[in-house]
T-cell receptor
Framework: DGGITQSPKYLFRKEGQNVTLSCEQNLNHDAMYWYRQDPGQGLRLIYY???????QKGDIAEGYSVSREKKESFPLTVTSAQKNPTAFYLCASSIGRGLHDGYTFGSGTRLTVV | AQSVTQLDSQVPVFEEAPVELRCNYS??????LFWYVQYPNQGLQLLLKYLSGSTLVKGINGFEAEFNKSQTSFHLRKPSVHISDTAEYFCAVSEGIYNQGGKLIFGQGTELSVKP
């Protein structure tokens, strides 16, 4: 079955560490997105990519980095510069290519700073 | 800039009662509109979408929504809710793929709590 896989489901980070969240899709979607979810704040866009080897900052990109070397993969690195990284992170994809049919979401990664 | 406002942060309702979750958006151009549902510790699942055509849109799990351009609203309704409908619901808008890459802007979410 086609879909988006996020791993790990739970992740713990020590202060000062970088961590990378994985997002893989087999839907043949061109566009991919990373959102951060905090209670009562909805979803906020971190980064998005419409095509391989290209990506743009979203509304809250500071302290995060991404890469898009393959169409199927869009990993997110939470760097030590992100002062409040504890949150639920959601990856999504969409068809792109001039079409819009909404997003397909992964099941999320819950990151906790310890 | 476009924005989405979900007018109720929490909606408690009894089982088998009707429910309406309200969503208003602001945009000066044509939009695509979506409703998503999120169960605890899971990703979001698409309930229904309005891209064009009929303003009454039917989705999964018995939900429907009506696009009202003059009132810039896209309220979600279900005539009779079940305990299993307890979840958080998100309204989202996109100004289209040629503007800002088809990104979705999400509302703050409405927590629907169905009580027996």
């Amino acid at each position: 079955d086609g879909g988006i896989t996020q791993s790990p489901k739970y992740l713990f980070r020590k202060e000062g560490q970088n961590v990378t969240l994985s997002c893989e899709q087999n839907l043949n979607h061109d566009a991919m997105y990373w959102y951060r979810q905090d209670p009562g704040q909805g979803l906020r866009l971190i980064y998005y990519s419409q095509i391989v080897n290209d990506f743009q900052k979203g509304d809250i990109a500071e302290g995060y980095s991404v890469s898009r070397e393959k169409k199927e993969s869009f990993p997110l690195t939470v760097t030590s510069a992100q002062k409040n990284p504890t949150a639920f992170y959601l990856c999504a994809s969409s068809i792109g290519r001039g079409l819009h049919d909404g997003y397909t979401f992964g099941s999320g990664t819950r990151l906790t700073v310890v | 800039a476009q924005s989405v406002t979900q007018l109720d942060s929490q909606v408690p309702v009894f089982e088998e009662a009707p429910v309406e979750l309200r969503c208003n958006y602001s945009s000066s151009v044509s939009v695509y509109l979506f409703w998503y549902v999120q169960y605890p510790n899971q990703g979001l699942q698409l309930l229904l979408k309005y891209l064009s055509g009929s303003t009454l849109v039917k989705g999964i799990n018995g939900f429907e929504a009506e696009f009202n351009k003059s009132q810039t609203s896209f309220h979600l309704r279900k005539p009779s809710v079940h305990i299993s409908d307890t979840a958080e619901y998100f309204c989202a808008v996109s100004e289209g793929i040629y503007n800002q890459g088809g990104k979705l802007i999400f509302g703050q979410g409405t927590e629907l709590s169905v009580k027996p």
